[in-house]
């Protein structure tokens, strides 16, 4: 997500990029857990599965179809 962000491979950006990215994603993660209207708080990592699943599953797709040339 960072290198489609910045647009670039070079290290010397990303890695700054990287922990940025985590960092919003977690503070992301974190504010939905906190379920508005309510006193109740929702485990921070089963947010995280909910937020970080969908990405997961478009990068194998997209490495798969770079893979085979096939569109799926």
Known sequence: MARLALGTADHRLLMPGVALLGAAVALLCCVAAHVPGGGVVLPL??????LGAPVVIAVLLRS???RTGLAV
């Open 64 to 66: 798969r179809v770079a």
């Open 45 to 50: 990592n089963a947010v995280t599965t909910i």
